[in-house]
């Protein structure tokens, strides 16, 4: 009998049966499931499982999260229930038969945009300390800016233009590079092309319109004899960078399966970049910029004209939703284009982006205080609601909002307000910022007043709201529910229980502590700020995040590695006294299949703290399109409390002191 085989048949029967299930896979911490009928699972039923830790939805999959054990799980459901398990990609591809046209069109544009998303934030950040220093007259400097009475500051100005014009000017070589890294073709070939659309043999995009088209015809043409192409730039557009860099995906597959493989290195990439640089300046690239203009137009005549008190309350109530099915990724190119299409180079849509996030955030704190004596709710709700005010809201969404109903709509109501607010004073930005509270560095600085007025209806709206739903019992009945079944069914208590594979040689008494060191050389920052939702709410366990510099992981304590996965992206070890801990490479590496990792161990092999685990290529994880943040975490969190070493975020290195795990 399987360790799990009991819980897979009770998880196959609440899934739906065999007859439901399309596809089944797993990563390192859940099971994967494309089911043909998602009404058909039974979420209630599959949490109270006790190896189930939760469930969500997500890009048409299924996911019921287990932990550590998964693989020893996936085995045994695999064994049960006769379905045959696939490859976590075959599985992707299943789901998006779960998927409309617009759903799978929506998708795809959400995975090109969102690994360009750090830069665009990071432009953000630049954009606004240099708004703070050479746009805001200080009081105490006489109503000068920072910039106006120091050199110092003048010269800081001046240097963090170059990172500011790389992000946002070279903005189509993002674009490009994501589409080839996204249709699987060769992306230095879409790098080459991006340049070619922001080259300085062209006419810079934001100078097109002050230039006199008797100019343009005379200088800025390549001449051809009998006809002449405009040698215009496209800095800071995406639709014409989206364009052409599909273009040129699709002329390589095209070619790759035409041209024989002896001859492929030559052919391929020459007759895929020539034609789409053709394509690109010739029909695709205007093309792009009419539409481009188009939306921009629509939009700004929403945020401007005489219904932008309704856009802004209904955009404002609407983008919290927008998030959960991932087309929220499509604000990015619109607020990118109306900067670079509005005379003022600023956008009215992010400020309530950034309003949504905190109005979701307060929501979740306001949560977070009604239930803060409740440990399982607050140590999920309150690193939710830090995480949405630092501008990530699937946390909150997922973890609290969602599943609870009147939060979410207290949110939505408070954003709607905030939005309406917004709209109202024309509220601008002058880049894509962090979406949170510190949002307010990318506001231009005649708004920046106003929009702290904003934030302030975006913080009081949702939490009184949050708490008059709660105590007059308006769309509580989900909570209410949740509550009855965890006193019906003492096996919900145990749910966040991983039995170990290996059995900890010694039990420790209560109140004994195992000091943990750095597995990593990097950043140590709060687990909150992960990516994958499932360790940002804690939902897997306590500890922190690390970005590593350094591709070697080494054991934070003495223990025995109790689960090695295969493609060596992850490690679980239990130390002598029973603390259990997980350490997962990156996000999403599972899809490597090993490719860039190196296991020095063994599951069953007894390590020393400091000795070394996993090596790891972190640029080979880059190219690939996956973060390298790593989450270390102890799972057991209902036996073990963690205590954090220091503040956060930090530079830390290998073996240095990062947490302290203490027995309840």
């Given at each position: 009998?399987g360790k799990?085989?009991?819980?897979?048949?009770?998880?196959l029967?609440a899934?739906?049966?065999?007859?439901?299930?399309?596809?089944?896979?797993h990563?390192a911490?859940r099971?994967?499931?494309?089911?043909?009928d998602?009404?058909?699972a039974?979420?209630?039923?599959?949490?109270?499982?006790?190896?189930?830790k939760?469930?969500?939805?997500?890009?048409?999959?299924f996911?019921?999260?287990?932990?550590?054990?998964?693989p020893?799980?996936y085995?045994?459901?695999t064994a049960?229930?006769g379905?045959?398990?696939?490859s976590?990609?075959?599985?992707?591809?299943?789901?998006?038969?779960n998927?409309?046209?617009?759903?799978?069109?929506?998708t795809?544009?959400?995975?090109?945009?969102?690994?360009i998303?750090?830069?665009?934030?990071?432009?953000?950040?630049?954009?606004?300390?240099?708004?703070?220093?050479?746009s805001?007259?200080?009081?105490?400097?006489?109503?000068?800016t920072?910039?106006?009475?120091?050199?110092f500051?003048?010269g800081?100005?001046?240097?963090?233009?170059?990172?500011?014009?790389?992000?946002?000017?070279?903005?189509?070589?993002g674009i490009?590079?994501?589409?080839?890294?996204?249709?699987?073709?060769?992306?230095?070939?879409?790098i080459?092309?991006?340049?070619?659309?922001?080259?300085?043999?062209?006419?810079?995009?934001y100078?097109v319109?002050?230039?006199p088209?008797?100019?343009?015809?005379k200088n800025w043409?390549?001449?051809?004899?009998?006809?002449?192409?405009?040698?215009?730039?496209?800095?800071?557009q995406?639709?014409?960078?989206?364009l052409?860099?599909?273009?040129?995906?699709?002329?390589?597959i095209?070619?790759r399966k035409?041209?024989p493989?002896?001859?492929s290195m030559i052919?391929v990439?020459?007759?895929?970049?020539v034609?789409?640089?053709?394509?690109?300046?010739?029909v695709?690239?205007?093309?792009?910029w009419?539409?481009?203009?188009?939306?921009?137009?629509?939009?700004l005549?929403?945020?401007t004209?005489?219904?932008?008190?309704?856009f802004?309350?209904?955009?404002?109530?609407?983008y919290a939703p927008?998030v959960?099915?991932?087309?929220h990724h499509?604000?990015?190119?619109i607020d990118t284009?109306?900067?670079?299409d509005?005379?003022?180079?600023?956008?009215?849509?992010w400020?309530m982006?950034?309003?949504?996030n905190?109005?979701?955030?307060?929501?979740?704190?306001a949560?977070?205080?009604i239930?803060?004596?409740?440990e399982r709710?607050?140590?999920?709700?309150?690193?939710?609601?830090?995480?949405?005010?630092l501008?990530?809201?699937?946390?909150?969404?997922?973890g609290v909002?969602?599943?609870y109903?009147?939060?979410?709509?207290?949110?939505?109501?408070?954003?709607?307000?905030?939005?309406?607010?917004?709209?109202?004073?024309?509220?601008?930005?002058?880049?894509?910022g962090?979406?949170?509270l510190?949002?307010?560095m990318?506001i231009?600085?005649?708004?920046?007043?106003?929009?702290?007025?904003?934030?302030?209806?975006?913080i009081a709206v949702p939490?009184?709201?949050?708490?008059f739903?709660?105590?007059?019992?308006?769309?509580?009945k989900?909570?209410?529910d949740?509550?009855?079944d965890?006193?019906?069914?003492?096996?919900?208590?145990?749910?966040?229980?991983t039995?170990p594979?290996?059995t900890?040689?010694?039990?420790a008494e209560?109140?004994a502590?195992?000091?943990l060191?750095s597995?990593?050389?990097?950043?140590a920052k709060?687990l909150?700020?992960a990516?994958?939702p499932?360790?940002?709410?804690?939902?897997?366990g306590?500890?922190?995040l690390?970005?590593p510099?350094?591709?070697?992981?080494v054991s934070?304590?003495?223990a025995?590695?109790?689960?090695?996965?295969?493609?060596?992206?992850?490690?679980?070890?239990?130390?002598?006294?029973?603390?259990?801990?997980?350490?997962h490479?990156?996000?999403?590496?599972?899809?490597?299949k090993?490719?860039?990792?190196?296991?020095?161990?063994?599951?069953?092999?007894?390590?020393?703290a400091?000795?070394k685990?996993?090596s790891f290529?972190?640029?080979?994880?880059?190219?690939?399109?996956y973060?390298?943040e790593?989450?270390?975490?102890v799972?057991?969190?209902?036996?073990y409390?963690?205590?954090?070493?220091?503040?956060?975020?930090?530079?830390?290195?290998r073996?240095?002191?990062?947490m302290?795990?203490?027995?309840?």
């Amino acid at each position: 009998m399987g360790k799990f085989e009991n819980e897979a048949k009770m998880l196959l029967s609440a899934i739906g049966g065999k007859e439901n299930i399309q596809a089944v896979t797993h990563c390192a911490t859940r099971m994967r499931f494309v089911l043909n009928d998602n009404g058909k699972a039974n979420v209630k039923e599959i949490e109270k499982i006790s190896a189930v830790k939760g469930t969500f939805t997500n890009a048409g999959q299924f996911q019921v999260i287990i932990g550590n054990d998964v693989p020893i799980f996936y085995n045994d459901f695999t064994a049960v229930s006769g379905v045959e398990g696939v490859s976590k990609e075959a599985a992707k591809s299943a789901a998006k038969s779960n998927q409309n046209v617009f759903q799978r069109v929506m998708t795809t544009l959400a995975e090109i945009f969102t690994p360009i998303i750090p830069a665009i934030i990071v432009g953000g950040l630049i954009l606004g300390f240099r708004n703070l220093i050479d746009s805001v007259p200080w009081g105490f400097l006489d109503g000068k800016t920072v910039v106006e009475v120091s050199k110092f500051w003048a010269g800081v100005d001046g240097f963090l233009w170059l990172p500011g014009e790389a992000i946002f000017h070279f903005l189509p070589v993002g674009i490009t590079w994501s589409v080839s890294r996204k249709m699987g073709t060769t992306q230095i070939l879409g790098i080459v092309l991006g340049i070619c659309l922001v080259s300085p043999q062209l006419l810079n995009a934001y100078a097109v319109a002050t230039t006199p088209a008797s100019e343009i015809a005379k200088n800025w043409v390549w001449d051809f004899g009998f006809f002449t192409v405009n040698k215009i730039g496209y800095q800071a557009q995406v639709i014409p960078a989206l364009l052409a860099g599909l273009s040129l995906a699709y002329l390589e597959i095209f070619w790759r399966k035409r041209i024989p493989e002896v001859v492929s290195m030559i052919f391929v990439p020459f007759l895929s970049l020539v034609p789409a640089i053709v394509l690109a300046h010739t029909v695709l690239g205007p093309l792009g910029w009419t539409i481009g203009k188009g939306i921009s137009f629509v939009v700004l005549a929403g945020l401007t004209g005489p219904v932008k008190l309704l856009f802004g309350a209904i955009f404002g109530a609407l983008y919290a939703p927008l998030v959960i099915t991932g087309l929220h990724h499509m604000s990015n190119a619109i607020d990118t284009q109306l900067i670079a299409d509005t005379a003022t180079r600023t956008t009215g849509l992010w400020p309530m982006i950034a309003l949504s996030n905190i109005a979701q955030g307060s929501a979740v704190f306001a949560y977070y205080l009604i239930n803060r004596k409740n440990e399982r709710e607050a140590e999920i709700s309150l690193p939710a609601a830090i995480s949405a005010y630092l501008g990530v809201t699937e946390p909150a969404l997922f973890g609290v909002n969602l599943k609870y109903i009147y939060p979410f709509v207290a949110g939505m109501i408070g954003s709607s307000a905030a939005g309406l607010l917004c709209t109202t004073m024309n509220v601008q930005a002058n880049a894509i910022g962090v979406g949170g509270l510190p949002g307010f560095m990318a506001i231009n600085v005649k708004y920046m007043g106003q929009f702290f007025i904003c934030m302030a209806v975006a913080i009081a709206v949702p939490m009184a709201l949050t708490v008059f739903f709660r105590k007059s019992n308006i769309m509580t009945k989900t909570e209410d529910d949740i509550i009855a079944d965890r006193l019906a069914d003492e096996s919900f208590v145990s749910s966040a229980v991983t039995v170990p594979t290996i059995t900890p040689s010694s039990v420790a008494e209560s109140g004994a502590t195992l000091a943990l060191v750095s597995p990593l050389t990097g950043e140590a920052k709060a687990l909150s700020e992960a990516v994958d939702p499932v360790f940002a709410q804690g939902v897997m366990g306590q500890g922190v995040l690390i970005q590593p510099t350094e591709g070697e992981l080494v054991s934070p304590v003495d223990a025995q590695v109790s689960v090695l996965f295969p493609t060596k992206h992850a490690i679980g070890l239990l130390s002598a006294d029973g603390v259990e801990i997980l350490m997962h490479i990156g996000m999403d590496t599972v899809n490597l299949k090993g490719k860039g990792f190196t296991a020095h161990v063994r599951q069953g092999d007894h390590v020393k703290a400091s000795d070394k685990l996993i090596s790891f290529d972190i640029e080979a994880i880059k190219e690939a399109g996956y973060p390298t943040e790593t989450p270390v975490i102890v799972t057991n969190q209902d036996v073990y409390d963690v205590a954090i070493e220091g503040t956060l975020p930090r530079q830390i290195k290998r073996s240095q002191a990062l947490m302290i795990a203490r027995k309840n």
